[in-house]
């Protein structure tokens, strides 16, 4: 039994396979019995549109059931443990899918937990949208040690999750953000130390400056709602607009987890654009959860 709360939860040839695997899952519109009779509990505190639905479609693809569950519908909005939530569900369910702030939470969670977790995103990390991110990039460009991924933006919990990723594949990372909102220091040095290609800059211009993928995500993420005038401030210099992306490979191809704030982040020309990879981005959610819950319940 083993859970999916961090890439860093799979070794490096898993991560590698897994990209692989999701491209033969997608080639071949893969179902199959492998969750029959098998149920899958997901608890979200956050919205969700894309991990929720996929998942769930997953799930059925692969002849499970799924029970969909916020915290105002069990007793966990009346302060009944997470971790005694997790001994509990271990008795009814086969696995539980988990969208919540900390990732401490998850942790907590996962260690009282009898059956498999899976991290469907915290405030630390997105892992589920990286890895399908990473299919998005292997269809294009199988060979990612020429490839150079810019993040603009916020370092949160995908730019964390890019991070871990540069430790098992050999892209170069640039990576931008505005002073104080750096992504997490130790994830940082943990990916460096383990000798991941990183750069880290307060400059956009300088991250993008020949990259073949542009990656950028809102400036303020979900529980941080009481900062987003303040962050429209400090990230008004990294948008991803034409003019930013001028700079970067002429075939560069832009990238975003959506939901997107048009106008913020990114602009709508931007987004609308033949370079803009989302629709894709959000198809492969579906293709690489499956690879994930083969993973995990093979
Ligand atoms: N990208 C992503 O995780 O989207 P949702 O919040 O809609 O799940
Ligand atoms: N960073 C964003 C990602 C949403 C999918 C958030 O956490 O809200």
Not at 173 to 189: H, K, R, S
Request: with cysteine; hydrophobic share 40%.
């Amino acid at each position: 039994m083993r859970h999916f709360l961090s890439i860093l939860d799979l070794e490096r040839e898993e991560a590698q396979r897994l990209v692989k695997r999701a491209k033969e899952i997608k080639d071949a519109k893969w179902h199959s019995n492998l969750l029959q009779d098998r149920v899958l509990a997901l608890i979200f505190s956050k919205s969700s549109t894309r991990t929720r639905v996929s998942f769930e479609v997953a799930v059925r693809h692969l002849g499970g059931s799924t029970i969909f569950m916020t915290p105002r519908d069990c007793q966990l909005g009346r302060s009944e443990p997470l971790t005694d939530t997790a001994r509990v569900l271990s008795r009814y369910v086969d696995g539980v899918i988990i969208r919540t702030f900390a990732q401490s939470s998850l942790e907590a969670f996962a260690l009282c937990s009898y059956i498999p977790v899976i991290n469907a995103l915290t405030d630390k990390f997105h892992p589920c949208q990286v890895m399908s991110d990473l299919l998005t990039i292997y269809e294009r460009t199988p060979d990612f040690s020429h490839l150079k991924i810019a993040w603009v933006g916020d370092g949160n919990n995908m730019a964390n999750s890019w991070i871990n990723a540069a430790i098992y594949f050999p892209f170069q990372l640039n990576i931008a953000c505005p002073q104080g909102y750096e992504p997490d220091a130790e994830v940082l040095d943990n990916a460096l130390n383990k000798g991941a290609k990183i750069f880290c800059t307060h400059d956009p211009k300088e991250a993008v400056r020949g990259a073949n993928y542009i990656n950028t995500d809102v400036w303020a993420s979900m529980g941080q709602e009481d900062e987003e005038e303040a962050r429209k401030i400090v990230f008004r210099d990294f948008q991803l607009n034409k003019e930013l992306l001028a700079l970067a490979d002429p075939d560069a191809k832009v990238m975003h987890c959506l939901p997107a704030h048009r106008g913020e982040e990114i602009t709508d020309e931007v987004l609308e654009s033949k370079f803009c990879l989302v629709w894709d981005q959000a198809e492969n959610r579906l293709h690489m959860q499956k690879a994930i819950l083969e993973l995990l319940f093979s």
